[in-house]
């Protein structure tokens, strides 16, 4: 079992930043990738940007550019920078992590936290 504890989230202003993070606690294997998915009121939610085990990095072409993301290994939390806000990033951002050992896939998501972007 993993456990996710996310912080980082609040209200700026259009062209703010924000910095999220995730912890990741408990029976984290070691080919794994954390990222970050969002949802907007109404919408579905969508993929923000994963991050490997190894480092390989994958973005959401609306953030390519304005967000990066990275992680910490010692501390198996990952990061999310997102610079140049704007109002259309206003969602709940949810922390996810992959975790495979053997043939099996383990996924787990953390509980959200808001990220509200005013115009």
């Known amino acids: 079992q993993v456990q996710l504890v996310e912080s980082g989230g609040g209200l700026v202003q259009d062209g703010g930043s924000l910095r999220l993070s995730c912890a990741a606690s408990?029976?984290?294997?070691?080919?794994?990738?954390m990222g970050w998915y969002r949802q907007a009121p109404g919408k579905q939610r969508e993929l923000v940007a994963t991050?490997?085990?190894?480092?390989?990095?994958n973005y959401a072409d609306s953030v390519k550019g304005r967000f990066t993301i990275s992680r910490d290994n010692a501390k198996n939390t990952v990061y999310l920078q997102m610079n140049s806000l704007k109002p259309e990033d206003t969602a709940v951002y949810y922390c996810?992590?992959?975790?495979?050992?053997?043939?099996?896939?383990?996924?787990?998501w953390g509980q959200g936290t808001q990220v509200t972007v005013s115009s």
């Open positions: 996810n992590v992959v975790t495979w050992r053997l043939s099996y896939k383990y996924e787990y």
């Open positions: 408990g029976s984290l294997f070691s080919r794994n990738a």
């Open positions: 991050i490997t085990s190894a480092g390989s990095a």
